[in-house]
């Protein structure tokens, strides 16, 4: 079955390391985002894709990059770690690319802890 | 700024009553509308989405828009203790990227 998968599960790192956090989708779809998840915030997206090489800042991009090489794959950088970046992280996915209608499915999320 | 506002809740509703879940945004050029679902620790899934004026029925859930109003609610009749959740409402803006709403922690009492 097609999916979305996002690894590691879970981070814990140290401010100032570099940080990269995966995410995986087999359905082919042209668009992906990456989200962070706080209390009090809801979803908040920080970069996203509409295809290969295409990539765009969200509304809380600072501190943050992607690169889109291939369909399947969006992995998230964090380049400097920071304590403000401690979260939980989001990748989805969606089809056809410009389509109003088109409906975004989300990976399991990663926990990120910066110490 | 574009927004999407929900009451954070908890709404608390007993076993079998419908439960009522609302949403406002800003953004007039907004085409298509989406609730989610969202266990605790779990990631939000789709419930329904929704683009035109009226009623969407899908099962026990109900969406509904008033786009002259910015308005966009989601009916669950005959709640169960396993929808307890948290519902987001997200709305599409004009570049195709979803605004979500911060959530509204629902709670069905046995």
């Known amino acids: 079955d097609a999916e979305i998968t996002q690894s590691p599960r879970h981070k814990i790192t140290e401010t100032g390391r570099q940080v990269t956090l995966a995410c995986h989708q087999t359905w082919n779809h042209n668009n992906m985002f990456w989200y962070r998840q706080d209390l009090g915030h809801g979803l908040r997206l920080i970069h996203y894709s509409y295809g290969v090489q295409d990539t765009n800042k969200g509304e809380v991009s600072d501190g943050y990059s992607v690169s889109r090489s291939n369909t399947e794959d969006l992995p998230l950088t964090l380049e400097s770690a920071a304590s403000s970046q401690t979260s939980v992280y989001f990748c989805?996915?969606?089809?056809?690319?410009?389509?109003?209608?088109?409906?975004?499915?989300f990976g399991p999320g990663t926990r990120l802890t910066v110490l | 700024q574009k927004e999407v506002e929900q009451n954070s809740g908890p709404l608390s509703v007993p076993e079998g009553a419908i439960a009522s879940l609302n949403c406002t945004y800003s953004d007039r050029g907004s085409q298509s509308f989406f609730w989610y679902r969202q266990y605790s620790g779990k990631s939000p899934e789709l419930i329904m989405f929704?683009?035109?004026?009226g009623d969407k029925e899908d099962g026990r859930f109900t969406a509904q828009l008033n786009k002259a109003s910015r308005y966009v609610s989601l009916l669950i009749r005959d709640s169960q203790p396993s929808d307890s959740a948290t519902y987001l409402c997200?709305?599409?803006?004009?570049?195709?990227?979803?605004?979500f709403g911060s959530g509204t922690r629902l709670l069905v009492r046995p």
């Open positions: 989805a996915s969606s089809g056809q690319g410009g389509r109003s209608t088109d409906t975004q499915y």
């Open positions: 929704i683009y035109s004026n």
């Open positions: 997200a709305v599409m803006d004009s570049s195709y990227k979803l605004i």
